[in-house]
């Protein structure tokens, strides 16, 4: 049984620092796509950054909305994958989730529907 699981999320102020973990139990995670997503009540789920190993190495994706203050990263050897989030803004309030799946089309690392396997979700809150 495949387990995605978040940590990391709580209350920041606004310019603030988090750093979201999620320990993913797959056999094989180095060769997953790892996504993290976030949803704000009433919303719409949203793609914020994504690792994929392609062509023998990482490559990373992101979101307009995060780029040049969120990253992504992971450690294939205690699989877990990780969303640093700098200068956070009171909306980027929301539950983040990470997300797995196999990816082999990059355009489609945005898509939702495309991981296979989710976590529960932390909750994110950046005061004013």
């Known amino acids: 049984q495949v387990q995605l699981v978040e940590s990391g999320g709580g209350l920041v102020q606004a310019g603030g620092s988090l750093r979201l973990s999620c320990a993913a139990s797959?056999?094989?995670?180095?060769?997953?796509?790892m996504g993290w997503f976030r949803q704000a009540p009433g919303q719409e789920r949203e793609f914020l950054a994504a690792?994929?190993?392609?062509?023998?190495?990482?490559?990373?994706y992101y979101a307009n909305s995060v780029k040049g203050r969120f990253t992504v990263s992971r450690d294939n050897a205690k699989n877990t994958v990780f969303l640093q989030m700098n200068s956070l803004k009171p909306e980027d309030t929301a539950v983040y989730f990470c997300?797995?799946?196999?990816?082999?089309?990059?355009?489609?690392?945005?898509?939702?529907?495309?991981?296979?396997?989710w976590g529960q979700g932390t909750q994110v809150t950046v005061s004013s």
């Open positions: 997300a797995a799946g196999y990816i082999s089309d990059s355009r489609s690392i945005v898509r939702a529907n495309r991981y296979d396997y």
């Open positions: 690792v994929n190993w392609s062509g023998g190495s990482d490559s990373t």
């Open positions: 797959l056999r094989t995670f180095s060769r997953y796509a």
